[in-house]
């Protein structure tokens, strides 16, 4: 197995739309083969998690790197990084993934 973890900071006023819209990947991610779990998440205030962090965060576990990969290839997950991340239009400022094993 292997673990992603896609950490987003939404521009200025984005934040709720960016998370509806990486939840509406949610469900056709769901439904590829060797998706175990993909989650959109939002950081929360606690005391005793203070580190930094965008704000927003796919939690994703894959049963393979190459699920992985061919998951990065899919039409709705080229179109939200071209159109919400690459775009200077988009609705991102910055993001990072990492892939853990």
Request: aromatic share 10%; glycine share 6%; net charge negative.
């Amino acid at each position: 197995m292997v673990y992603c973890t896609a950490e987003f900071k939404a521009k200025e006023g984005k934040e709720h739309e960016l998370i509806k819209t990486l939840k509406a990947l949610e469900e056709p991610t769901r439904k590829e083969e060797g998706c175990i779990q993909y989650v959109c998440v939002k950081k929360i205030e606690s005391e005793f998690a203070g580190g930094e962090h965008g704000g927003v965060l796919m939690n994703e576990i894959w049963q393979s790197v190459e699920i992985f990969e061919k998951h990065c290839q899919m039409p709705y997950v080229v179109k939200f990084f071209e159109e919400e991340c690459l775009d200077p239009s988009g609705l991102v400022e910055s993001f990072n993934v990492n892939l853990f094993e």
